[in-house]
């Protein structure tokens, strides 16, 4: 299982890393109930330095965490509000 996944904006070119139980991530679905995917794409990793390093390898001009879980914090879910 993917303990932290990459999201790629292909629209404004950025790449950010969140751990698999953000509500911003929700295990690679997003937070939207439907996508066309013609905007991002989720990618899964098996730790924060893979993440990391794909998302540099993605090539997009912005790299960064999540504010809500920051690519680390364990108990992310619990950071949302909803």
């Known amino acids: ?7 790629e ?6 790449a950010r890393i969140h751990r698999r139980t953000c509500c911003m991530c929700n295990d690679g679905r ?3 109930t439907s996508s066309s995917g013609s905007n991002g794409h989720w990618h899964p990793t098996s730790s924060r330095e893979e993440a990391l ?7 997009q001009l912005t790299i960064n965490e999540c504010d809500t879980c ?11 509000v909803t």
Do not use: I, K
Request: aromatic letters at 12%; charged letters at 15%.
């Open 1 to 7: 299982m993917a303990e932290f996944w990459v999201f």
């Open 53 to 59: 390093r794909l998302a540099q390898q993605l090539g």
């Open 70 to 80: 920051g690519g680390e914090a364990p108990d992310a879910a619990l950071q949302c």
């Open 9 to 14: 904006n292909r629209t404004h070119n950025y």
């Open 30 to 32: 997003g937070m939207h």
